[in-house]
């Protein structure tokens, strides 16, 4: 077996287990609310988000493709096979670090920051292609300020709408409509998530000239969905008590205006192919509604540290796919 199918064998496995990490890493955040109001019991909650992940990543490849080619050109990638394997394991060792403190990083940013940190590692700044990178970067740092606005002004409707109504049946029947938003956000997860592994494991193909486009294969499309269905049942458990009660307290009516507008947001930047970070778009949301709710109700400590998270991930995760791909680059 020669080495060139033996590491590529490494970054299809390595992609899974990232998509399998971000399953029970992200997800947590899709459901977050809906545990947290009780709508759901934590096993319903995972079983359902799995089982959403799975068909939202079966639906669409677009993002998929925007990662095989928008930050590298994988065609002209020098080196580019220990490159994207360096990329990977920065990203999981991230990821695994920041489950394990129980903070909602981004898994998209550690993702794109590692795969830009091994290129330049490589082959210097010029190794990225700067249109697509840019226009990446762009949607990742403009999708979170769109989840708080959208959802300040959908909870602002929320409170004209039934400031009348009984607030005990209110919540009661905004307990029942959650199940199918988290239903929803749960399958918008899967249509921008597991499209990232999707992505890097085309990339792969093509650096190692096992295809000649960026169409996503069927079975690259299916083992990533699976996994990530697989990771969601996992559960996130350290994650969901961060965002389903540390930064506000959410009742029903809360995580119903949280959930519609995560799912909105990221599903608009499915459908025009741009990946987000579900982390960021979630945890937004629920901030745009709790200052819409009672400002002084927002626990800011808590959105502080994760807002220091999301600004430090990039640069991090890039310098850490830059060390890494320097020590593989010894052996390969």
């Not at 290129?119 to 990178?133: K, Q």
């Not at 199940?179 to 890097?200: E, P, R, V, W």
């Not at 540390?246 to 809360?254: F, G, L, S």
């Not at 808590?302 to 995760?317: C, D, E, Y």
């Amino acid at each position: 077996m020669d080495t060139i199918l033996i590491l590529t064998i490494l970054i299809v496995a390595a992609a899974l287990a990232f998509d399998f990490i971000n399953g029970f890493h992200d997800t947590a955040n899709a459901i977050a609310t809906s545990v947290s109001t009780k709508a759901l019991k934590p096993r319903h909650a995972i079983i359902l988000a799995a089982g959403m992940n799975f068909v939202g990543a079966m639906t669409f490849t677009g993002v998929a493709k925007t990662i095989t080619k928008d930050i590298v050109d994988p065609f002209t990638l020098e080196n580019g096979t220990t490159v994207i394997l360096a990329a990977l394991l920065a990203a999981i060792a991230w990821n695994l670090i920041t489950w394990y403190y129980g903070i909602p990083s981004s898994s998209s940013h550690a993702l794109i920051g590692s795969i830009a940190g091994a290129a330049i590692a490589a082959a210097g700044f010029s190794a990225l292609n700067y249109t697509g990178f840019i226009k990446i970067i762009q949607a990742l740092l403009f999708s979170p300020i769109l989840a708080f606005v959208i959802g300040f002004i959908v909870y602002s409707i929320f409170k004209v709408v039934f400031k009348n109504s009984n607030l005990a049946k209110t919540n009661r029947n905004f307990r029942f409509i959650q199940i199918g938003t988290a239903a929803l956000q749960s399958f918008t997860h899967g249509t921008n998530d597991a499209q990232k592994a999707m992505g890097i494991i085309t990339m792969a193909l093509i650096v190692n000239n096992y295809q000649t486009s960026e169409d996503i294969q069927t079975w690259v499309q299916f083992s990533c969905a699976l996994a990530m269905g697989l990771g969601t049942s996992i559960g996130g458990w350290k994650i969901i008590k961060t965002v389903g009660g540390k930064i506000m307290k959410i009742r029903p009516v809360n995580g119903v205006a949280a959930d519609l507008t995560g799912a909105a947001v990221i599903f608009g930047a499915t459908a025009i192919h741009l990946p987000v970070s579900t982390t960021h778009v979630i945890s937004s949301s629920i901030l745009g509604v709790g200052s819409a709710h009672r400002v002084k109700g927002v626990k800011w400590g808590t959105a502080q540290r994760m807002l220091i998270t999301w600004v430090i991930t990039l640069p991090i995760s890039a310098s850490l796919a830059a060390i890494i791909y320097s020590i593989l680059n010894l052996f390969f």
